[in-house]
């Protein structure tokens, strides 16, 4: 008797577990951007409540497994792009949304700040339609607000490449180097001139 109470409880917590583990899988999303640099989106989103982990890569293009040398010199068709894993029960696609637009300038179809070129391009990506739609809505807003064309692109998303190990957490494992990198590229003050 005592070991069918024994294993009964091992089966209760047992079934809690896979279940707990089901649903927390469930509300764990990915969203990608890109936003020029992505050592400064990756900075800008990991500080957000929700936010579970930001990976530096490449998406967008057509070569496989591109390397940064590809991606900023050659011809890959990539972008610097972060994904994004969040948790739906703590933060929405659209607050994700909110928080790439102030940390871009939605008109600059060079690049972002000092880094031009097409790989460092602005580009909202969706996965769903849902997400498309949020996505053409909030620039419709941000036109109207701004009386200007957007020139982000917003593309479906295909594939990421994870960038190279030495990009990952760049702002954090070279402090000096990314805060000189950031302060001399001009980011902060221009954000500031289009969002404050």
């Given amino acids: 008797m005592k070991k069918k109470i024994i294993n009964l409880k091992f089966l209760i917590i047992f079934i809690f577990f896979i279940n707990h583990n089901v649903s927390y899988g469930q509300n764990i999303k990915t969203a990608y951007f ?99 739609l949020l996505i053409k809505k909030s620039i419709n807003k941000l036109e109207k607000k701004f009386n200007k064309k957007i020139v982000t692109y917003v593309r479906k998303f295909d594939k990421f490449y994870k960038a190279e190990d030495h990009h990952q957490d760049y702002y954090k494992n070279n402090f000096i180097n990314y805060l000189i990198y950031k302060k001399g590229c001009g980011r902060v003050n221009a954000l500031k001139k289009i969002w404050d």
């Fill in 34 to 132: 890109a936003g020029g640099c992505f050592w400064c989106m990756e900075e800008s989103f990991e500080k957000i409540e929700g936010v579970l982990e930001v990976t530096s890569g490449y998406s967008g293009g057509t070569t496989k497994n591109p390397t940064y040398k590809e991606v900023t010199y050659g011809n890959s068709g990539h972008f610097e792009v972060i994904e994004i894993k969040y948790d739906t029960r703590i933060i929405s696609f659209k607050k994700l949304l909110d928080n790439f637009w102030i940390n871009i300038d939605p008109f600059d179809f060079q690049g972002q700040f000092c880094d031009k070129g097409y790989s460092y391009r602005s580009v909202a990506f969706y996965s769903t339609e849902s997400e498309n």
